[in-house]
């Protein structure tokens, strides 16, 4: 029994020279996790201020996109806008000639050809003169004729 028990006590021996050997490589292995620990948690705070970094930049992105996207809505319903009002321009122009042709023409037509006629005769009238010399003519013609047939007569 004294060989178990040797044999026991050397593999204790052996197991406590191994657990002061764990110890040691633990002993060493731990500045080594504090250093572990104090580099994530540096990297950790830069990590954070990276991402707030990441967040404003995405805002001002997307404010941009949206002020952009508002300018070309913008820009987009201005030329509906200049669109929609050449077309009703153009369309009101259409039904102003489809009216003056259809209805104004014909009443037009309707007044001028009297004022035509009463244009004729002014300009015809813008001489009056001649009427009067015509009828003094005329009378003058009469009276000679009358005159002469008057003198005739007496002669005879």
């Known amino acids: 029994m004294s060989d178990l028990v040797t044999a026991r006590e050397e593999l204790m021996a ?9 110890l040691d490589r633990v002993e060493t292995l731990a500045p080594q996790l504090d250093a572990s620990r104090m580099e994530l948690l540096r990297t950790s705070a830069e ?20 002020v952009q996207a508002v300018k070309h809505i913008a ?10 009002v050449d077309t009703q321009t153009r369309a009101m122009e259409e039904a102003a000639r489809l009216v003056f042709r259809n209805e104004v023409s014909p009443a037009l037509q309707r007044v001028t050809l009297p004022l035509q006629e009463v244009a004729a005769m002014a300009r015809k009238g813008a001489r009056p003169w001649e009427r009067w010399l015509l009828h003094a003519a005329t009378a003058m013609l009469s009276s000679a004729i009358s005159w002469a047939m008057a003198a005739w007569l007496w002669l005879r």
């Open 75 to 84: 820009r987009r319903a201005d030329a509906m806008a200049r669109g929609t």
């Open 47 to 66: 990590l954070g201020e990276q991402v707030a970094a990441y967040s404003k930049r995405m805002d001002e992105i997307t404010e941009n996109a949206k």
């Open 14 to 22: 052996v197991a406590i020279g191994d657990l002061g050997a764990l």
